[in-house]
């Protein structure tokens, strides 16, 4: 899982800083002070000298703050996150000036329960004030003050870390311009905090754990730390991930031993991994870390999640991945819904993956694209003069689409969708694919644009324009969205193609204050013919499918749309019928010889119906 | 979740037996030896005279012999299965002869670690051989034979005591006449595996566990057996009901204590879980039973699951639980896939439930109905002569229809396919909805037919009505079936409703030698005039649906299918146009008056197209 050394950031040096006096001690949020504080960090690549190119990286549980690079030529193992931070890389360190810290409670440098109490002489131990998540940032705030950082380009962070960002995002709104959460929540499930309860079970159950005064002991807490470790590294992997990696193998035979010895290659795995993780990890700060995330919830703290991001600024990246059961997508989706419901920027990607939680530390390729291509599109934002140039292109790819074929979509609806859309409004384009049409009414309209899109491949490469999207599947509804959140909503060669395009079209009509639609025209006079003469399912230009492998899963003509138009309660403001390439409408009966239809539609009333009369009585 | 006493067996009592002598041990799986071994049971209910309605109950990992009923009037808590044994419950006492014995290796009398080893006259601790799901159920058949048993209606069990059920089947074929199969597997996922050895290690790891001689102490592996418990009990329940139970509550207060007691309800309940686990079982036991489950696999036994199945003689009945992420209903299926690629008699329901794998003692009115259904169904089965007397009529349940409605399709089909069927045939019918055809074709034609149904309350409505059928979707494919398994596969109204037709199709075909499908004819005369003068998406008898709330998700006429047939490479053996209620067939141009139609399909030759000539070139 690491880059080759060329690659890498090269040496790094961890360093350490006072950012809290033992005379001016910190106050936590369970109610204690603390100090003194030292904070370990590294960092990489250069700063500009505007300052705007700072990017925060927050750990999770076991990390630390070398995040990239190497302590030295003898040093074997890279940073944690290597393969994504670097020159060239994902967060390319030509680019941006990267700074990673010890959490406040952590293990390698900055204070925590393993720190020597100044007032005792002893290390803390249980006598270590329980920490926050806030608490860390508030930390992490005092050393980017002390590093003369005046603001964050992003803070970005997986779990725990994810964790991190939203709390930045909420404390420090004017601070941070962008927020990356990866494979994280906003408050841990039940499940969850019994996975964490059990392990610190077994630590507090330890013999040698002696209330955390186990330091000049022969013997730490190691075999409760071990299960702890071997506990948490279950649930870090999928079910798919550990049949893959080991299924039933046994590791050293072919035949069951018949004892209580490890032999299953998944117990000796974990056995591996629990005495690993006794060798470099304390168990005091497994108690204090866990029970940081345990405490995290937003919900609890501020009523809801939309109230606890109703304050930031931030533009906002989540992504999750499908199999991971820890933090789940559901969860991930909480945090969007939220910002979406808050009228917030976001974008969110589910990156399919096999790897469980451990997929942030796993999947370089597609979390990388979406990660650079959310920060430099945040980057370019921020700097509109320099933006055409720097905005970097999506690399030519090529795609694979579902449903509809973007491409031709894309020929036909664009101009006449782009006349029919006011400057500066506000846009949704539901099936957005690559996010052409967006970037076009960006450019020509000015308009405030976002996408919802289905395909990862084409939400990752929106994400890449710089554009606002969210993975989604749009038969889900749109509930997140307030009534009347765009002036526009445009549903584009897709209505025919969903399940239940009644609960598409009132949810699009909820949101928007027109919707723009279009679809194939299945009354058109060749589809006529071809079941009247001969009694087959029509095959034409516009509807090029076979009965049995058509995406059009339902099948409309501008009739039956008119109608349902008034049975939904929607004015049809415009109608206009198009041939089959050409966009000069259709004026002579229209359900007869249009092969596809453009709608404009509202809710409630609007200008009458131009273009062609929606109201129509023509028995065609 | 317990029963009112009044509906309870009553009391009970435990009986214990001997059934090796010291001197004759029995040989184990592991090549040791053991002997005495005595075995702990219950029974309930009566035999008949002639032994034919024995139920065997094998119990999961921390039951025990006490299946139902009290042992006393100050016995708060009654067997473990207490909601599904009794006098008129799903395992009727009033019919059946109940018996189920503590395992080997087992607390509660049975032989286990913690007896005394008569060569040491200590108890065994780990000198106790690793026994095996085979050895425990070779000492089970010694207790049958012990009580004079001499076949067993049935043999049940759920996670565990679903293992023996199928070591059951495979080692006494002939003795076993059906097996009930909950929430289980053929073998523990890596995942499964990797829990359990964590639990194991928690116990080894305690310093009180002293090689398992720990029974003179003042202490015992408490802490390291809770810490077990705790990590099966998560793995027990689903996140979506651990979630619904406790949330992120706090136990006693509504703020956080800033401490590491346990606060949140789902800690304080673990630790409950914990402690009263360690009151009533045995750390060496959990060690033995745990290794006898992670060694169980049937592939690693005999090669395949197929292959371990396919002596067996029994009919079997699988059950699983959607949220049950331990023992999966994937694992599920690939027990159901391996009896039925072996051609033996099977059912399968996935039960919607969010209790995970727990829903095995908590779901006691759909399980119950479907064991009871498959318990009478078998003993109708083996009891022809009072069949029509004895097998209970289905209740008069609601149903709420997926997708088609079964009732018109019952009433304008069924007539025409029985009569297309040949005497004794092997029937499959894909969408079997509650089973009333496949019931009437086994009355009229005395076929051999089995069922594929989706929707779970018609799969329990059909298994109460003594058949065999497989929950599943059939657009997953039907890979299990080898080819020409069946005479004849039967799809109803329902070809125009899947998303892959043509998939469907071809598995249809190469599993049965004839094919019998029935669809709506889209190209009938009031459909052509319904678009060609109205211009709009056509309305009829036969295709009631709106445009936008249709099932039928694809539109074909008789000729699309002809055509569809010719390049899916099948022979069109009939063609039987119909009208819109009457059987008789529609001679004269069939694609333009018929209103549905019935075709039999085959894949490679049968006779000449008979009733309408199914190469008819009518441009109509």
């Keep these: 899982m690491t880059d080759d050394r060329k690659n890498s950031i090269g040496f790094v040096e961890t360093r350490t800083i006072r950012v809290v006096e033992a005379d001016a001690p910190l106050q936590l949020q369970c109610g204690k002070r603390l100090g003194p504080i030292d904070v370990a960090y590294e960092t990489c690549g250069k700063r500009t000298p505007e300052g705007d190119n700072v990017v925060l990286i927050c750990h999770a549980l076991s990390g630390n703050a070398h995040v990239a690079g190497y302590h030295g030529p003898d040093d074997r193992k890279p940073g944690w996150w290597d393969m994504m931070v670097g020159p060239g890389k994902a967060i ?17 440098g900055t204070t925590g329960p393993s720190s020597i109490n100044p007032a005792t002489g002893r290390r803390y131990g249980l006598d270590f004030p329980i920490i926050t998540i806030a608490d860390m940032v508030k930390v992490q705030k005092l050393l980017l003050d002390k590093l003369g950082v005046r603001q964050l380009l992003t803070a970005v962070g997986g779990s725990m870390g994810g964790m991190q960002v939203l709390q930045w995002a909420i404390a420090y709104p004017d601070f941070v311009k962008s927020a990356m959460v ?5 408050r841990l499930s039940a499940q969850a905090i019994a996975f964490d309860a059990v392990g610190r079970n077994a630590i507090l159950a330890d013999g040698y754990f002696n209330h955390g005064q186990y330091h000049d002991q022969d013997h730490g807490p190691d075999r409760g730390l071990a299960i702890a470790r071997m506990i948490g590294h279950i649930t870090y992997l999928s079910e798919e991930s550990m049949r893959d990696k080991f299924g039933r193998n046994l590791r050293s035979s072919d035949r069951y031993g018949y004892d209580f010895n490890s032999e299953f290659s998944v117990e000796t795995y974990l056995d591996y991994q629990g005495q690993t993780f006794v060798e470099r990890f304390d168990a005091n700060c497994y108690l204090y870390i866990t029970k940081a995330m345990d405490y995290f919830d937003l919900e609890r703290q501020y009523g809801s999640v939309a109230e606890a991001l109703a304050g930031t600024k931030a533009r ?10 820890l933090f789940t997508a559901a969860q991930a989706e909480e945090i969007v819904d939220a910002l979406v419901t808050g009228g917030k920027d976001v974008s969110y990607c589910s990156i399919h993956s096999p790897y469980g939680h451990d997929a942030f530390l796993l999947e370089p390729k597609t ?12 980057y370019a934002k921020l700097h509109p003069v320099e933006r055409e140039n720097s905005r970097p292109q999506p690399p030519p790819t090529v795609f694979h689409f579902r449903r509809i074929d973007q491409a031709r979509r894309a020929r036909v609806d ?5 006349s029919l859309i006011e400057p500066a409004s506000r846009v949704l384009d539901v099936g957005c694919g690559d996010g052409e049409l967006l970037a076009k009414l960006i450019r020509d309209k000015n308009i405030r644009g976002e996408g919802i899109e ?3 491949e084409l939400v990752v490469r929106s994400i890449q324009r710089g554009l606002s999207v969210i993975h989604r599947d749009i038969e889900r509804g749109l509930h997140q969205y307030a009534a009347d959140s765009f002036d526009y909503a ?7 193609t969903v399940k239940d395009p009644e609960k598409v079209f009132r949810e699009l009509l909820r949101v928007a204050n027109r919707v723009i639609i279009s679809f194939p025209n299945f009354a058109h006079w060749a589809c006529r013919l071809q079941l009247l003469w001969q009694g087959r399912a029509p095959r034409t230009r516009q509807l090029p499918f076979r009965w049995y492998d058509s995406p059009n899963i339902h099948c409309l003509s501008l009739k039956d749309f008119d109608r349902f138009c008034e049975e ?53």
Excluded: H
């Design 92 to 108: 390319d360190t030509d680019k941006y000036f990267v700074i990673c810290s010890n959490v406040l409670g952590g293990i390698s």
């Design 182 to 186: 990866v494979a994280s929540t906003t």
């Design 316 to 325: 906002f990246l989540v992504a999750s991945f499908t199999s991971d059961w």
């Design 367 to 378: 979390l990388g694209a979406v990660l650079s291509g959310f920060l430099d599109g945040t």
């Design 414 to 418: 664009y101009e006449l969708i782009d």
């Design 454 to 456: 289905l395909d990862q």
């Design 490 to 496: 445009i549903l584009s060669q897709t209505l025919q």
């Design 568 to 620: 939904s309660g929607a004015r049809v403001e415009k109608r206009i019928p198009l041939g089959k390439s050409r966009l000069t409408p259709v004026r002579f009966m229209p359900n007869l010889f249009a092969a596809q239809a453009v709608y404009v539609t509202s809710r409630n009333g609007g200008r009458a119906p131009s273009c062609i009369p929606a109201a129509s009585k023509s028995r065609l």
